[in-house]
T-cell receptor
Framework: GAVVSQHPSWVICKSGTSVKIECRSLDFQATTMFWYRQFPKQSLMLMATSNEGSKATYEQGVEKDKFLINHASLTLSTLTVTSAHPEDSSFYIC???????????FGPGTRLLVL | DAKTTQPPSMDCAEGRAANLPCNHSTISGNEYVYWYRQIHSQGPQYIIHGLKNNETNEMASLIITEDRKSSTLILPHATLRDTAVYYCIVRVKPSGSARQLTFGSGTQLTVLP
């Protein structure tokens, strides 16, 4: 149980385009989802927290207008990187937590390369 | 959430037990110890968590000292597939809504053939 999927697993796009990444909890209802970003040889850094039906809470330094997060249902959250630039190239990972919130389960990650 | 300290890297022979230490000397009474691991180019995988009692599951054992200032994750029979970065995270138990996990640098465990 407690499986989280992400789609796509990797994406290459041109600078200036927008990219949408989906995060799904497959066998549980995720009241809270988190979006992390990981640059090479670094640890995961939290970008934002989203609760189903509410606006996402962004960490300091993360532009909410650039990284659009939607958590419209208990099994799906999306992250849209708008007007992507090469410096946005990174490994984006989501995690999901049920109503108890005790344990987070992570998706496999999405590798984004912006040319 | 309390800060944790882990060695940056460790080696372990295949088939032997891997013992990964973690110091969390500022842990408070309502904080849990969580362990996750991240295999290269994958998302983190939950391993185990505990409050003060030792815990065991199909993946590992978690030994927490009586004063709770340190803990050890034990992989009883390490395999090559256990090579990963292991993260020890201390976090208050959520009440009603989830809290984010704060990842440190972790320990790079390399299992050698």
């Amino acid at each position: 149980g407690a499986v989280v999927s992400q789609h796509p697993s990797w994406v290459i796009c041109k600078s200036g385009t927008s990219v949408k990444i989906e995060c799904r909890s497959l066998d549980f209802q995720a009241t809270t989802m988190f979006w992390y970003r990981q640059f090479p040889k670094q640890s995961l850094m939290l970008m934002a927290t989203s609760n189903e039906g509410s606006k996402a809470t962004y960490e300091q330094g993360v532009e909410k207008d650039k990284f659009l997060i939607n958590h419209a249902s208990l099994t799906l959250s999306t992250l849209t990187v708008t007007s992507a630039h090469p410096e946005d190239s990174s490994f984006y990972i989501c995690s999901a937590s049920g109503s108890g919130g005790e344990t987070q389960y992570f998706g496999p990650g999405t590798r984004l390369l912006v040319l | 959430d309390a800060k944790t300290t882990q060695p940056p890297s460790m080696d372990c022979a295949e088939g032997r037990a891997a013992n990964l230490p973690c110091n969390h000397s500022t842990i408070s009474g309502n904080e849990y110890v969580y362990w996750y691991r991240q295999i290269h180019s994958q998302g983190p995988q939950y391993i185990i968590h505990g409050l003060k009692n030792n815990e065991t599951n199909e993946m590992a054992s978690l030994i927490i000292t009586e004063d709770r200032k340190s803990s050890t994750l034990i992989l009883p029979h390490a395999t090559l597939r256990d090579t990963a970065v292991y993260y020890c995270i201390v976090r208050v138990k959520p009440s009603g809504s989830a809290r984010q996990l704060t990842f440190g640098s972790g320990t790079q465990l390399t299992v050698l053939p």
